[in-house]
């Protein structure tokens, strides 16, 4: 896969993982309607199945998504959760991206 569309498969099996357990955290610690955990099911069924688009099922792919998981976990905090990112979070993330980008370069390359 090219890397644009490894990268975009990713994000969006990161924000199905992500929506999954905030759907369940509602129910659970939010005391919210067990109907949610209707929409929960399926977000994390989505996940799982967008992990079998994956290049390949290997250690290598899914260290190079969880890079792109954090980014897009921070991404939530911000715009969902509403809560401001510190400087923590900024080199924290870049240094998961850098990570995974290395990854994700080094495995097209042996491709």
């Given at each position: 896969?090219?890397?644009?569309?490894?990268?975009?498969?990713?994000?969006?099996?990161?924000?199905?993982?992500?929506?999954?357990?905030?759907?369940?955290?509602?129910?659970?610690?939010?005391?919210?309607?067990?109907?949610?955990?209707?929409?929960?099911?399926?977000?994390?069924?989505?996940?799982?199945?967008?992990?079998?688009?994956?290049?390949?099922?290997?250690?290598?792919?899914?260290?190079?998504?969880?890079?792109?998981?954090?980014?897009?976990?921070?991404?939530?905090?911000?715009?969902?959760?509403?809560?401001?990112?510190?400087?923590?979070?900024?080199?924290?993330?870049?240094?998961?991206?850098?990570?995974?980008?290395?990854?994700?370069?080094?495995?097209?390359a042996q491709s």
């Amino acid at each position: 896969m090219a890397p644009v569309i490894t990268t975009l498969l990713f994000i969006v099996t990161a924000l199905a993982e992500i929506v999954g357990c905030y759907l369940v955290y509602r129910w659970w610690v939010l005391s919210h309607s067990v109907w949610w955990l209707v929409p929960a099911a399926v977000s994390l069924a989505l996940f799982a199945w967008l992990l079998t688009l994956h290049p390949a099922a290997s250690g290598r792919i899914y260290a190079a998504y969880a890079g792109v998981y954090l980014i897009t976990a921070l991404g939530w905090l911000r715009l969902v959760d509403g809560q401001s990112l510190q400087m923590s979070d900024y080199l924290g993330g870049g240094l998961a991206l850098a990570g995974a980008l290395v990854i994700m370069v080094g495995y097209q390359a042996q491709s």
